[in-house]
């Protein structure tokens, strides 16, 4: 449950989202997404002339080819490697397909498989481990490239090598885009343009990492607390 939520992003920010499990993260990203609907307020995305638009207004359709969304389970099909990624936009072509695996660094893996892009995978992706199950969903998202970016905890299941080469991919993936990151380990988010920190369904502070570490607040609280651990 939220509660009196209310924050303004303009184009092209990446904004991070951090606090403890339950503060409210995973409900905005799904708020956002419309996996629910709201129950009060409103959610505006801003168009190219400037106009707003309430998303509870648009249809599914139109709200979620805007997005690109990672959540923290990579969803593969029954299929090849070419047509998993293909999924993201259905009209490209295997070039184009290639060239958006090469830009998320999956390509030298799939060309190590047997049957390199055409190599078939089952339902959920049983065969592949879960960074390159996540490279490969990247690669989909890098393949329709929506204004905007929704990325719920998308590394925090994978080695810290694999998940160096995810941040890269996704870093990439988000210039010049509108950005939401919700982040498990907070040193993947210092260079975000605006932190949300959240708290039992509230914004209690916001800005950016420098900013929120000199106030010594709840932000620097469990920064330091999950550095002191690590």
């Known amino acids: 449950m939220l509660h009196d939520v209310n924050f303004h992003i303009r184009p092209g920010e990446s904004i991070a989202l951090v606090g403890p499990t339950g503060a409210g993260k995973s409900t905005v990203v799904n708020l956002l997404c419309r996996f629910y609907n709201l129950s009060g307020g409103r959610i505006l995305l801003a168009a190219e002339d400037g106009a707003e638009h309430d998303i509870s207004a648009c249809t599914l359709h139109s709200l979620r080819s805007q997005l690109g ?78 204004p905007v970016l929704i990325l719920d905890e998308a590394t925090s299941s994978i080695d810290t090598r694999t998940e160096i080469r995810v941040q890269k991919a996704f870093a990439r993936m988000m210039e010049g885009r509108t950005s939401f990151i919700v982040a498990h380990r907070l040193s993947t988010i210092r260079e975000a343009d605006v932190i949300l920190v959240m708290k039992a369904g509230h914004i209690v502070e916001q800005g950016r990492h420098e900013e929120l570490l000199k106030k010594n607040g709840f932000y620097a609280e469990i920064y330091n607390s999950q550095f002191a651990v690590e």
Do not use: W
Not at 107 to 128: K, P, W
């Open 69 to 146: 969304i990672m959540l923290q389970d990579s969803f593969i099909f029954s299929g090849t490697i070419m047509d998993n990624i293909r999924y993201g936009r259905l009209d490209a072509t295997d070039q184009e397909v290639e060239a958006a695996a090469r830009a998320v660094r999956a390509h030298d893996f799939i060309s190590q498989m047997d049957m390199g892009y055409d190599t078939v995978v089952g339902e959920r992706g049983g065969s592949l481990s879960q960074g390159q199950k996540q490279l490969l969903c990247i690669a989909r998202v890098m393949l329709c490239l929506p």
